[in-house]
């Protein structure tokens, strides 16, 4: 799954878009490269369901905002993601997917 597709599911979970759901995190208090997978991932189960997975994607976004490696840009893998950038807006105004 790519990075960007765990975010999608988040969505789907949710939703929410990323971003909308981001807004509820910091609400939270979860902001900031001091958040803590296990308080996030213990809210975003009890509250939508989402597995500890798609919640370290979240965590990402969080602690380092959108952009990602390079590593799986352009390959061919399942791991594979279009762009560095991960889109918050939802998937269905995703301009790469």
């Given at each position: 799954m790519s990075f960007q597709a765990y975010l999608d599911k988040v969505e789907e979970?949710?939703?929410?878009?990323?971003?909308?759901?981001?807004?509820?995190?910091?609400?939270?208090?979860?902001?900031?490269?001091?958040?803590?997978?296990g308080?996030?991932?213990?809210w975003l189960k009890d509250e939508y369901g989402v597995g500890r997975g798609h919640a370290m994607a979240l965590l990402h976004v969080i602690k380092n905002?959108?952009?990602?490696s390079d590593k799986h840009v352009g390959t061919t893998g399942v791991h594979r993601d279009a762009s560095n950038e991960l889109w918050l807006d939802g998937k269905a105004t995703n301009p790469l997917g």
């Open positions: 979970k949710t939703g929410m878009t990323p971003r909308a759901l981001l807004e509820v995190a910091r609400a939270k208090g979860f902001e900031g490269p001091e958040t803590k997978i308080p996030l991932a213990e905002g959108t952009a990602i």
